[in-house]
């Protein structure tokens, strides 16, 4: 099992910045793919950005140029610097990880995508 917390949400002003953090913990064996993902209210869930644990990267067109995703491997931290905000990203944040995960040295390794709860950001005009 694998949990995941974001932390950094809040209101900023547009032109501002942020910068979300989400920690990963638990039976962790490998995490290959994280990323961060949004979704406002009646739409669709947007990926935002992801990274692997080679530091590859992949952004979405709309947050491109303005947001940097990263990772810290030894922490098992993944984080987004979010720049010149706009009132088009506000919405929930969402750590997501694909990762290994096994209870005990008995059990089997076991592949799961996790979700973390999320961290609301709302971008002001």
């Known amino acids: 099992q694998v949990q995941l917390v974001e932390s950094g949400g809040g209101l900023v002003q547009a032109g501002g910045s942020l910068r979300l953090s989400c920690a990963a913990s638990g039976s962790i064996v490998s995490i290959n793919v994280m990323g961060w993902y949004r979704q406002a209210p009646g739409k669709q869930r947007e990926m935002v950005a992801t990274i692997t644990s080679d530091g590859s990267t992949n952004y979405s067109d709309s947050v491109k140029g303005r947001f940097t995703i990263s990772r810290d491997n030894a922490k098992n931290t993944m984080y987004l610097q979010m720049s010149s905000l706009k009132p088009e990203d506000t919405a929930a944040y969402y750590c997501?990880?694909?990762?290994?995960?096994?209870?005990?040295?008995?059990?089997?390794?076991?592949?799961?995508?996790?979700w973390g709860q999320g961290t609301q950001v709302t971008v002001s005009s």
């Open positions: 997501n990880a694909a990762a290994v995960s096994r209870r005990n040295a008995w059990a089997p390794r076991k592949s799961g995508d996790y």
